[in-house]
């Protein structure tokens, strides 16, 4: 998978009360992110039903480039910063790019 595409998919559940910053937190990892070596898309969304309910869809070059996007400062900040507003930890899943 080291040189295959590979997808993203990375749920994010904020405290009730807390959607508000969560979702500008969130917000501020779109501009650098999309400007980091193999980012192919990334996209945040909000559910219909729940506005404390988020999630990152995002596409990879290479599982490379996405271990160098996890190890950005930028990233890790927000990480340590939102903790306290999240319920639980960011579940993400990863996906092969097959067809």
Same mark, same amino acid.
């Given at each position: *998978? +080291?040189?295959? &595409? @590979?997808?993203?998919? +990375?749920? !994010?559940?904020?405290?009730?009360?807390?959607?508000?910053? @969560?979702?500008?937190?969130? *917000?501020?990892? !779109?501009?650098?992110t999309?400007?980091?070596?193999? $980012? !192919?898309?990334?996209?945040?969304?909000?559910? @219909?039903?729940?506005? $404390?309910?988020?999630? /990152?869809?995002?596409?990879?070059?290479s599982?490379?480039?996405?271990? &160098?996007?996890?190890?950005?400062?930028?990233?890790?900040? /927000?990480?340590?910063?939102?903790?306290? /507003?999240?319920? &639980?930890?960011v579940? !993400?899943?990863?996906?092969?790019?097959? &067809?």
């Amino acid at each position: *998978m +080291a040189d295959q &595409g @590979v997808s993203v998919i +990375a749920h !994010i559940q904020a405290k009730k009360g807390a959607e508000e910053k @969560v979702k500008q937190q969130l *917000m501020s990892l !779109i501009a650098p992110t999309r400007s980091e070596a193999g $980012c !192919i898309t990334y996209v945040l969304h909000q559910a @219909v039903d729940d506005a $404390c309910h988020f999630m /990152f869809y995002e596409n990879w070059v290479s599982r490379k480039d996405l271990d &160098g996007h996890l190890k950005r400062p930028y990233l890790k900040t /927000f990480m340590e910063r939102a903790k306290d /507003f999240l319920e &639980g930890p960011v579940k !993400i899943t990863l996906w092969e790019m097959i &067809g």
